[in-house]
Every structure is written in structure tokens, then in C-alpha cells.
């Protein structure tokens, strides 16, 4: 099977509670401003296995986590930061989660994929190389 297919079902999430509760108010009060952003967030939200912050994995894309992770359709791998819209700043590597990116990465675990839109709407598969998560 190839990785896109492997892909292309959303992979199992998980979110930490402080991260659900966060995430869930952001997007909610950016969905008239980015519709389509907050609805990624908000559908990756509802699936997602929301856990004790204690109890979420090292290696769980969380908010301000650094994450390494390939685009396959490039075949170039990043090295971001995924942080909320007040603090993104691509050009030091840091992504809002309310980018299709940030959406598609939040709550993966190093290793896995997500076949995911870009923002013109094509499909690409993003793998989680490597998580470093911030210290508590």
C-alpha cells in the first residue's frame, strides 16, 4: 500500500484537554473570519482522542511542539513550530494552527501520515517525521 493510500483515512489523533479546550474556542471565534481554516480545526477537534494533558505521548504533534515532517508531494522535509495565529511567523519557522497545515498536523504522532489540502485546495500527504514537545 502507498503511503497515500495509507494516507488518505484521517490517521487515529489525539489532543491533549488543554489543547481541545483552546483549539475549540479558536476556532469558534475565527469561523467568520476563516471559515474554512476553523472547520478543518474544528472536524480535526471532534475526532481526535482528547486525553489528561499527563497522559498525552512525547511524540503528539501539541500546540508549540517542533515538528519535522516531510510534504511527500516535494519530497522536502521542515523543521516548524506549531503555534497559535498571534505568534506565527513563517520566516522563523513558526506555523499557526489555523493554517492547513498547523490543522493537518495537530494531534498526528511521529510516524504517521494524513493525506490533507493545501490552501488551493490540493490534496498532499504530510508525515510526521520527528515531534519535540515544549516543556510543560
Do not use: C
Request: proline share 5%; hydrophobic share 45%; glycine share 6%.
Amino acid at each position: 500500500m502507498t503511503s497515500t493510500a495509507r494516507a488518505s483515512a484521517r490517521p487515529r489523533i489525539i489532543l491533549s484537554e488543554t489543547d481541545a479546550q483552546r483549539l475549540s474556542a479558536l476556532a469558534m471565534q475565527k469561523e467568520a473570519s476563516a471559515p474554512e481554516a476553523a472547520g478543518l480545526l474544528l472536524d480535526e477537534i471532534e475526532r481526535a482522542q482528547v486525553r489528561p494533558d499527563h497522559l498525552v505521548p512525547a511524540d503528539v504533534v501539541g500546540m508549540n511542539a517542533t515538528v519535522e515532517f516531510v510534504d511527500e508531494t516535494h519530497g522536502r522535509s521542515r523543521l516548524v513550530q506549531l503555534v497559535y495565529p498571534a505568534e506565527a511567523d513563517i520566516s522563523a519557522g513558526r506555523v499557526s494552527v489555523l493554517t492547513p497545515i498547523g490543522a493537518g498536523l495537530i494531534g498526528l504522532t511521529a510516524g504517521q501520515s494524513i493525506l490533507w489540502p493545501d490552501r488551493d485546495g490540493h490534496k498532499r500527504t504530510l508525515k510526521v517525521l520527528r515531534v519535540e514537545r515544549a516543556a510543560a
